[in-house]
């Protein structure tokens, strides 16, 4: 069992749940990809696991802070949660909705921590989203 599983499988533990091969084919599902969309992932899970278990999985994977939604305009996608892997920045494009992962900028994330220590503010986590166009529909 990968780190990372043996890490969920404690999370699921700790709030009094155990490792079901739907949770299991979830989590991996979402790990190592960019961001999907609750169609994307259905497409990866079915017919392993059915409908209801996938939305039910993703309703406890939200509330356990396991996964996380990325906001798209009125749609979300969805993906893990820091604790789950290592932390990073999207690019969003508003014309196609293609999701760019941004490179690890420490610059950024010490002036974060900085500002919220400034407004006396104990950050936890924060997100950061860039919106704008790709360059497919810049061009296009
Ligand atoms: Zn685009
Ligand atoms: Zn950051």
């Known amino acids: 069992m990968s780190d990372t599983l043996v890490q969920l499988k404690d ?13 299991r084919t979830v989590f991996e599902a979402l790990q190592s990809q960019p961001p ?12 392993a696991i059915n409908r209801a278990s996938l939305y039910r999985t993703i ?5 356990l802070d ?11 996608k969805l993906e893990l949660s820091d604790a789950f892997q ?8 508003t014309v196609c909705g293609v999701i760019v992962t941004l ?6 994330e010490r002036r974060l ?13 924060h997100q950061l989203e860039l919106r704008g166009k790709c360059r497919d529909c810049v061009n296009g």
């Open 36 to 47: 999907r969309s609750m169609r994307e992932l259905a497409t990866d899970c079915l017919p």
């Open 86 to 93: 290592p932390h990073h920045h999207h690019a969003i494009c």
């Open 113 to 125: 921590a900085e500002m919220a220590t400034q407004a006396e503010f104990a950050l936890h986590e």
């Open 66 to 76: 396991i996964v996380h939604r990325l906001h798209i305009g009125w749609k979300y």
């Open 103 to 108: 490179p690890e900028d420490e610059a950024i």
């Open 11 to 23: 999370t699921l533990k700790r709030n009094g749940y155990s490792l079901t091969t739907a949770r």
């Open 59 to 63: 309703e406890l994977f939200e509330r």
